[in-house]
């Protein structure tokens, strides 16, 4: 299993017992992933400090060649911050291979653009001060960023508003630093960075997402060619590719969903039930009505912030909301789940729980280099 570990801002003994915990965290992670061979499994670590504050955040993220895991926690002191992430990590790691049935197919996926092809150099020193410039701005956000993009990608594919592969959340995130990168010294002051950011990645994504829908499939033949021969096994070379391709660009509904907290097999079989049942549903909603409930459920906002945010009147979110609500509950009981279930606030309960899955450490590294 490769590591990756990143320390940001942490004192001398955070620096010092951060590497050993983690090691010794790995020790009891490592004969559980026996099924997997080691050279496309990878953890990344990241423990982080805020600048004059001692609250401590660890962010964990374990890639699968059949998903990516995630767990993250915050506290006071590194090691039972690293203690308890790693646990949540391993509890969800058991159910994921739980629910395992088998490997996904091979996958020779299309080499896109990344942010470093798409952006020349910098033509002179004025240019690179402000790329550094702009990523000290948006680097605390990238996390945010990167979940939000790859939860409505999930949504699109699972709803077959965009063909499953046909768009990456690295490149719908490298086109969202792009796409910030041309604007952010006049980006409106009545936002914060982050909202300003995220609106652009609402942005992008509806726009490659329009686009996706109306492109010929990247592996469209013409009728007057011969057929490709069938896929072989993976060749060395096909070895050699998956180092390149990620496996969380495979997106699972299943990947959003939090682990029960009930100890009670029946109970924990009905709140995964209901956890599926209604991000299926969520998926299924407009655009619009999933962006008003994932603002209010999920990140905690007031109407008034998300009105701000989308453009819109207050009542109007207001009235989104109980139509968007009425419609989970109805999908609920249609699934026939418990009643208690399928109450609206039984359904903001769930959402705020939704997993959130960081940005990956190479891809921050690759974006700061990028913009180096």
């Not at 374990?62 to 895991?69: E, N």
């Not at 092809?117 to 956000?141: G, K, N, S, V, W």
Request: include cysteine; glycine fraction near 2%; proline fraction near 6%.
């Amino acid at each position: 299993m490769k590591t990756i570990t990143a320390f940001r801002n942490l004192d001398s003994h955070g620096e010092l017992r951060a590497p050993e915990v983690i090691a010794e965290e790995i020790r009891q992670i490592e004969p559980r992933l026996e099924r997997f061979r080691p050279e496309l499994v990878r953890l990344e670590a990241t423990v982080t400090q805020t600048r004059g504050k001692k609250r401590i955040h660890a962010s964990l993220r374990l890639q699968l060649p059949s998903g990516v895991i995630a767990a993250q926690e915050e506290g006071f002191e590194v090691e039972p911050v690293l203690r308890k992430a790693f646990a949540d990590l391993r509890k969800r790691l058991e159910r994921h291979l739980a629910h395992l049935r088998h490997e996904p197919e091979f996958k020779r996926p299309a080499r896109r653009a990344r942010l470093g092809e798409l952006l020349p150099p910098a033509r002179d020193a004025a240019e690179a001060q402000r790329r550094a410039l702009y990523f000290d701005l948006i680097e605390e956000h990238l996390d945010a960023v990167y979940d939000a993009v790859r939860r409505e990608l999930t949504y699109l594919e699972a709803s077959g508003r965009v063909p499953a592969g046909r768009l990456t959340v690295r490149g719908l995130v490298d086109a969202v630093i792009l796409n910030g990168l041309e604007t952010f010294e006049d980006r409106p002051t009545e936002f914060s960075v982050g909202d300003w950011l995220m609106k652009i990645a609402h942005r992008t994504i509806l726009e490659e997402a329009r686009a996706a829908r109306r492109a010929v499939p990247e592996d469209a033949e013409p009728l007057e060619e011969a057929p490709r021969e069938p896929a072989q096994d993976p060749t060395e070379s096909d070895q050699e590719m998956f180092e390149f391709y990620q496996p969380d660009d495979a997106l699972l509904l299943e990947e959003l969903i939090a682990d029960p907290e009930s100890e009670d097999p029946e109970t924990t079989l009905v709140e995964h039930e209901t956890s599926v049942q209604l991000h299926r549903a969520m998926a299924d909603m407009p655009a619009l009505w999933r962006k008003v409930v994932e603002r209010l459920d999920i990140e905690g906002d007031t109407p008034q912030q998300v009105a701000a945010f989308l453009d819109i009147e207050e009542d109007e979110v207001k009235r989104i909301a109980d139509a968007a609500h009425d419609f989970l509950r109805q999908r609920l009981s249609e699934a026939d789940l418990p009643e208690d279930r399928c109450t609206v606030e039984a359904i903001r309960v769930t959402l705020a729980a939704t997993i959130r899955v960081p940005q990956p450490i190479e891809d921050r590294d690759r974006i700061q280099k990028a913009l180096s």
